[in-house]
């Protein structure tokens, strides 16, 4: 009895070929329905980052209308002093502007 257990096991090491390709098929539907909803998340995160740096550059707009007495007319006149001159535009390639003292971006 104990032969043939062996024997049974010996017999039935390993995949068959078609049990792979199942399972690359599967793996393969996966990616294919997974990889859209990450493209739509990236850019779903670039405008909420774009969002979070306009908020950012408004407080400065409002920090240097307290220290200098008169809003800034562009956003130029916030770099070097209160922003880089990297801080000027978003990672999506949106560029934010200054206008009556109100911070936006242009998409």
Excluded: H
């Excluded at 390993?14 to 990616?31: A, H, P």
């Excluded at 920090?63 to 770099?79: C, F, H, K, S, W």
């Amino acid at each position: 009895m104990r032969k043939l257990f062996l024997r049974k096991m010996k017999d039935e090491q390993g995949f068959t070929l078609v049990e792979m390709l199942l399972v690359l098929l599967v793996i393969s539907v996966l990616i294919i329905l997974i990889i859209p909803n990450i493209a739509a998340q990236s850019e779903n995160v670039q405008n909420t980052g774009c969002e979070a740096q306009v908020r950012m550059v408004q407080s400065q707009v409002e920090a240097y209308t307290l220290n200098e007495g008169t809003q800034p007319q562009t956003i130029n006149d916030l770099v070097p002093t209160y922003l880089s001159s990297s801080q000027t535009t978003c990672q999506n390639g949106d560029e934010i502007v200054v206008t009556n003292g109100e911070a936006s971006r242009l998409e």
